[in-house]
């Protein structure tokens, strides 16, 4: 899988600029603030329908226009596929090689990308809101069907938070086990996804941890829920959900389900979360979104386009030549504000960006 064009009209800082990927490690570079970032967000926003940066599709619109535009020409094992973006202050329009998509499920699985920036330490750092949006959009990317129960589970658990302010007790504990039923169903799928795909990535993110340390330390991957599998996870749930009433009634919301599950992540034995250090939690984090990369190549038979945005400032130098080894069998697009630091002599195609223009 790879992207071999990308043209950007009123995107961020762009105003129309054309980009020419090559097949293996692409390098953007130039100070900061010029917009190396922007490009890199267009590529996951064609993959995914979506921004890691910002919330509101509008924010994307160059200031003083009223539209912007992405397109993309890429590869996959099917052949070639065309994905565009037209994005307005108020709706957007996506078209997959000239069809417009209806829903955001339709676009997954055309071009599969995995990002990562320093941002992403928050994946290790931060609460389990950063680590349950990891599995989303990895899950999401390869599975239309996990993608869309989470969708109708979040709608429906909007809807049971709703009725359980309602000062009507009885009509609540009434209503209650009508939504549990939805509920349970949309969780199982969830739930059974995310622990195939827990149970694929925590040894290849093991061995990746153990390259990047020398093997001088072990990373542990693990679900922090238990559920059994097939029917017993929606009798379990159910179970659970009933055993809570008095509580959600309560607190106002669902404290039990996979909107509230979480990830043990272990450094030598010890919860990383709390105790990791500033380098062990950027090894942890990389060692994650590496990991990731090969689950992609196991389920979809090929590598998705790796970007990596800003990530070589943040490495010391052994750390750095072991990343290049690692993506040397993939489409990278990699960011940074001085190219020959962080290249070692590594074949690549540089692209220079000052002020959202290309410069030869």
């Known amino acids: 899988m790879k992207i071999k064009k990308l043209f ?40 995914t329908g979506a921004s890691l940066r910002i919330r509101h599709d509008k924010q994307l619109i160059r200031i003083g226009a009223e539209s912007a535009r992405i397109v993309a020409e890429a590869e996959n094992r099917y052949g070639s596929v065309t994905i565009e973006a037209d994005i307005y202050e108020n709706k957007r329009e996506i078209r997959v090689n000239g069809s417009k998509i209806a829903k955001n499920a339709d676009l997954m699985g055309h071009i599969n990308s995995v990002f990562f920036s320093p941002g992403e330490l928050r994946l290790i750092q931060d609460g389990p809101d950063e680590r349950r949006r990891f599995m989303n959009i990895s899950i999401s990317q390869t599975s239309p069907a996990y993608y869309t ?29 009508i939504w549990d039923e939805q509920l349970c169903q949309y969780a199982a799928v969830i739930i059974e996804k995310r622990a195939e795909f827990v149970e694929k990535l925590a040894p290849h993110a093991k061995e990746f941890h153990s390259f990047l340390t020398d093997g001088k330390e072990e990373l542990v991957i ?43 992540v272990l450094i030598n034995g010890v919860d990383a979360k709390t105790y990791a250090s500033q380098g062990q939690t950027r090894t942890a984090a990389l060692a994650l979104k590496l990991a990731e990369v090969q689950i992609f190549k196991i389920l979809s038979g090929e590598y998705p386009i790796l ?33 020959e630091r962080v290249l070692y002599g590594a074949d690549c195609s540089k692209i220079r960006i000052e002020n959202g223009k290309i410069k030869k």
């Not at 238990?226 to 029917?231: F, L, S």
Request: hydrophobic residues 35%.
């Open 222 to 264: 693990k679900p922090e829920w238990k559920y059994d599998g097939g029917e017993e996870i929606i009798k379990t749930l159910r179970r659970r959900l009933e055993n809570n009433y008095e509580r959600d009634l309560r607190l106002g919301f669902t404290t039990v389900g996979p909107h509230r599950d979480d990830l043990d």
């Open 307 to 339: 970007v990596l945005d800003d990530v070589m400032s943040e490495l010391d130098l052994p750390r750095r030549k072991k990343l290049l080894k690692c993506i040397a069998e993939m489409q990278t697009i990699l960011t940074c504000t001085h190219a």
């Open 8 to 47: 950007l009209q009123n995107f961020r800082n762009y105003e129309n600029e054309n980009f020419t990927f090559s097949e293996g490690l692409n390098v953007l570079f130039g100070k900061n603030g010029q917009g190396k970032t922007n490009c890199a967000e267009a590529v996951f926003y064609l993959c």
């Open 149 to 177: 129960a989470l969708l109708r589970y979040n709608k429906i658990l909007d809807q049971r938070n709703t009725l359980l302010k309602n000062h009507d007790v009885s009509l609540v504990l009434d209503t209650l086990p």
